[in-house]
């Protein structure tokens, strides 16, 4: 289940997104998977100090360092449990233009189904909860309601700030190597 990069073609297109589904206790989230570049198992992340408890560490993958985030400590305070059915999820954090490769890993519980589905099921849920702007449109099923979860809204400026420090620029008159 590493590769979940879809396959354009219009027959997929006419059949729905494909969403990666997932759980925080016991409501139901949707992750569209073009969003996801890997799913692995939860693997063990380095803290980082001074940060929200939500901000699960960082993870050495491939020669880059990831922030990761536990989705269920951001939304409801609620740390994902160690069980094998949680994942972590890379997923592109396509927030700044100049640095488009950035990659978030997110901490998700129960990730283990998908659902394709016409993005147009997903409606709003009459609710301007600013705290939470990466909560998306709800849809509704045979087994109740799943939310969908915007991505590039997750993180706050300022957390932004602090996981995606910009690269330094060189000091005038200094040489490079």
Partial sequence: MND??????????SHGI??????????????DVHEVAEVLPRLPLKPIAQTPEWVAGVLAHRGALVPVIDIGALSFGLPAPVRTSTRLVLVHYRV?????????????EQATDTLRCQPDEFQPYGLDNQQAPYLGPVREDAHGLVQRIRVQDLLSEPVRALLYPLPEEPAEGVAQP
Wanted: hydrophobic fraction near 45%.
């Fill in 4 to 13: 979940l990069q879809p396959r354009y073609s219009q027959r997929t297109s």
């Fill in 18 to 31: 494909l969403h990666l589904l997932f759980r925080i206790a016991e409501q139901r989230f949707a992750l």
């Fill in 96 to 108: 700044d233009p100049q640095r488009p490769d950035l990659l978030l890993g997110l901490i998700l």
